[in-house]
């Protein structure tokens, strides 16, 4: 007997022994069977019965990297990105005047999104551009990549940020060239800049969760893994309480960054959590090349990810450039060849620039890639203008990295790029930018294999396959229900595609 029977479907099962059915009937939170117009026996007073008229079925959509605090925010601060109707300095400067007309003096103003490539200037705000818009409020704007940020005066002296102050190991303050003052224009700094400046209030910051919990569930995400390097225990209980608030409704992997590993080696991290609810995923490390060196050097990045891997748990490194993953990988060699583990799933996030003879190495070590096929749509027409050829041809070669034997999952660094899953699907299957123009159309792969990025491999890159990832008998009842089947309908129209409903455990937590 069923609980809930979905029938009248295109069930995307992707389970290769059954890669297609026309029902799911669910209980108790799993899937109960796969079926064609045979379940009907299963039926009894109390099964909810949904005729899905031919709409299409998938496993939930796994998003395997974004960042939940950062999305949250991005969604209760100014957005003066692109899509908000800012296409120039001077539109910026007037939204932030308008904001600090509603809040006290000395209140920071935060602002994110902006691309200096959409703005008429074609360059970055600087600290007198904000100066002009909120004198007597510290204003911090965010780059759309995240890893820029631009400060006006006030805010640059409130974290004591002078001409006098140095560059620090991981970050470029940028100068005017004559005078040496800084222009407000901070590179690779995030981290810093998030312990110095205060965080939003908890209730701003509950707001932005909430709103993020609706764009996942109305995006078809059923689980996502977060990749934060600042996760540590205190950000642990913090979804520990949205978890248990019912504030999130996604299944949540957390990654650790360093300093949370350390904690959690000294036992300090407990939980009751139901863990297909909540649970820790491996050890965040970021490997950033913002001042021209690695940082960290690799004979650090190699004792780093040693202990790591030592203490059994699975490294994912962030590496975007040739050398860095490089680097990546011959850390990741060094500590195999130590230790060696089978099945280690150690990890490289975004991989962005990796010609074949790299893909080739990292598919022998067994390291698998998480990538961000989204970046292509909304930050091609950048890729196009500013990446130089030789790093172009290169540039997320997704059917490059398949076919060397790679195990691809996806996921959308939100607020980097939109959490929405078919965006991503439409950018790795068509490869075009939102302008419409092409990045790399030999690196182009089927629909079939971009679902698999966001759902079977995106379970196998947590260790999840055995729960999640596919629709067969006793995995979760994690579902997600497009109006329309991505491999049957024309690439343009992938776009066009809506998510219908979110499932979440055999609990509908979303309807369109
Ligand atoms: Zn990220």
């Not at 004591?160 to 970050?171: A, L, M, N, Q």
């Not at 001042?291 to 990045?301: A, I, K, S, V």
């Not at 990546?328 to 060849?337: F, G, K, M, V």
Request: glycine share 8%; net charge negative.
């Amino acid at each position: 007997m069923t609980d809930l029977l979905l029938l009248n479907a295109v069930v995307l099962t992707m389970d290769e022994n059954r890669p297609r059915a026309q029902e799911v009937a669910i209980k108790d939170g799993r899937i109960l069977a796969v079926g064609e117009d045979d379940l009907k026996s299963l039926v009894h007073n109390s099964t909810e019965v949904i005729d899905l008229g031919g709409k299409t079925i998938l496993p939930g959509f796994i998003d395997a990297h974004l960042h939940l605090r950062a999305l949250a925010e991005s969604l209760v601060t100014l957005n003066i990105g692109p899509a908000s109707g800012v296409s120039s300095i001077s539109h910026i400067q007037e939204r932030i005047h308008h904001q600090a007309l509603t809040l006290p003096p000395g209140t920071w103003i935060r602002a994110g999104g902006y691309n200096e490539i959409y703005l008429s200037e074609k360059r970055d705000p600087n600290r007198w551009d904000l100066d002009a818009a909120a004198p007597h409020h510290p204003v911090k704007l965010t780059h759309r990549s995240g890893h820029a940020h631009v400060l006006n005066s006030l805010g640059l002296t409130n974290i004591g940020i002078s001409k006098e102050t140095p560059d620090s190991e991981t970050g470029i303050i940028d100068r005017d060239l004559e005078t040496g003052e800084p222009t407000g224009l901070l590179y690779g700094m995030g981290d810093f800049l998030s312990q110095v400046i205060p965080p939003l209030d908890e209730s701003q910051l509950d707001r932005g969760v909430k709103l993020a919990n609706q764009e996942l569930l109305s995006s078809g995400i059923t689980t996502f893994q977060d990749a934060s390097s600042r996760n540590d225990i205190e950000r642990w209980r913090s979804f520990e309480n949205w978890k248990r608030e019912g504030t999130l409704q996604c299944r949540v992997l957390m990654m650790l960054g360093f300093k949370g590993f350390e904690e959690y080696q000294a036992g300090r991290l407990t939980s009751q959590m139901d863990k297909s609810h909540l649970r820790l995923g491996g050890v965040k490390i970021v490997l950033d090349e913002t001042t021209g060196r690695l940082n960290p050097r690799q004979e650090d990045l190699n004792e780093i990810v040693l202990s790591v891997h030592q203490a059994g748990r699975q490294v994912a490194i962030h590496a975007i450039e040739e050398t860095a993953i490089e680097a990546a990988c011959s850390a990741l060699e060094h500590a195999i060849r130590a230790s060696p583990r089978p099945d280690h799933r150690h990890r490289i996030e975004h991989c962005s620039v990796c010609p074949e003879d790299l893909a080739a190495r990292i598919a022998s070590l067994g390291i698998a890639v998480v990538t961000n096929p989204a970046f292509l749509y909304v930050s091609g027409e950048r890729y196009l203008k500013t990446v130089p050829p030789r790093q172009l041809k290169h540039l997320y070669p997704l059917a490059t990295l398949i076919q060397n034997g790679v195990q691809v999952a996806a996921g959308s660094d939100a607020p980097v790029a939109p959490v929405n899953p078919l965006a991503g699907i439409y950018a790795a299957v068509s490869r075009k930018a939102e302008s419409g123009e092409v990045v790399l159309a030999n690196e182009k792969i089927t629909s079939y294999e971009a679902l698999r990025m966001y759902t079977m491999l995106a379970a196998r890159s947590s260790f999840d396959e055995n729960l999640k990832g596919i629709i067969a008998p006793g995995k979760l009842a994690d579902l997600t229900i497009l109006s329309a089947d991505p491999t049957s309908v024309p690439i343009e129209a992938i776009k066009e595609i809506r998510v219908e409903m979110t499932i979440v455990g055999g609990d509908v937590v979303y309807r369109h």
